[in-house]
């Protein structure tokens, strides 16, 4: 069984179009997250989230949004995409009760998205 | 700014050869994880360092934590061409509300 599993494995789209992406995980952990890898292969923080607490980087444009519709799930949305969207997104989960202790991150497979 | 700083960024050596990657930062961590990812897949835990000056091994690497938590290093003894990869350093600060900091990483491949 996977993991945490994501959908798309792959998104191509135009400039100004609204998209999803999205993460679930099935190993009944609290916290989950969204990194962005660059292609330089650069991974960055971008929202850490729990039932009680979300955490936003002051750096992810507010085109930007997580949704959660279960402790299972953590959906990206993006609004109007531009062009330096494009990277692969990855999502991961761990069992810590806050974002950001020191429990292990199981990241899913990525997403790359590509806006044209 | 970026906080952690990983060399080499590219690596590539012979089978049976040893090697070591450093992952370098003027600031202290709580902790400190390596990662390894291949490609079109999620990075994948490989350790986390806690104390300062611990050393974890795993079969044939060594991971070792700065005395001032600032600073980490993998050793791989007699590389092997599974061993080819992106190894990534990943550290976290203080409470770690802000998630991993992530360093750039090393492309290491291995020949046969």
């Known amino acids: 069984d996977t993991a945490v599993s994501q959908t798309p494995k792959y998104l191509v789209t135009q400039m100004g179009n609204d998209k999803s992406i999205k993460c679930e995980q099935n190993?009944?952990?609290?916290?989950m997250y969204w990194y962005k890898q660059d292609s330089k292969k650069f991974l960055k923080i971008m929202f850490s989230?729990?039932?009680?607490?979300?955490?936003i980087n002051e750096t992810v444009p507010n085109r930007f949004s997580p949704k959660s519709p279960d402790k299972a799930h953590l959906n990206l949305h993006i609004n109007s995409l531009e062009l330096g969207d494009s990277a692969v997104y990855f999502c991961?989960?761990?069992?810590?009760?806050?974002?950001?202790?020191?429990?292990?991150?199981?990241f899913g497979p990525g997403t790359r998205l590509t806006v044209l | 700014t970026q906080l952690l700083e990983q060399s080499p960024q590219f690596l590539s050596i012979q089978e049976g050869e040893n090697l070591t990657v450093y992952c370098n930062s003027s600031s202290v961590f709580s902790s400190l994880q390596w990662y390894r990812q291949e490609p079109g897949e999620g990075p994948v835990l490989l350790v986390t360092?806690?104390?300062?000056?611990e050393v974890k091994k795993l079969k044939r690497l060594t991971f070792q934590f700065g005395d001032a938590r600032k600073d980490s290093s993998l050793h791989i003894t007699a590389a092997q061409p599974g061993d080819t990869g992106l190894y990534l350093c990943?550290?976290?600060?203080?409470?770690?509300?802000?998630?991993?900091?992530f360093g750039k990483g090393t492309h290491l491949i291995i020949q046969p």
């Open positions: 990943a550290g976290l600060q203080g409470g770690g509300a802000d998630g991993l900091t």
């Open positions: 190993l009944g952990h609290d916290t």
């Open positions: 360092v806690v104390t300062g000056g």
């Open positions: 991961a989960s761990s069992q810590d009760s806050v974002p950001g202790g020191t429990d292990t991150q199981y």
């Open positions: 989230y729990n039932n009680k607490e979300l955490i």
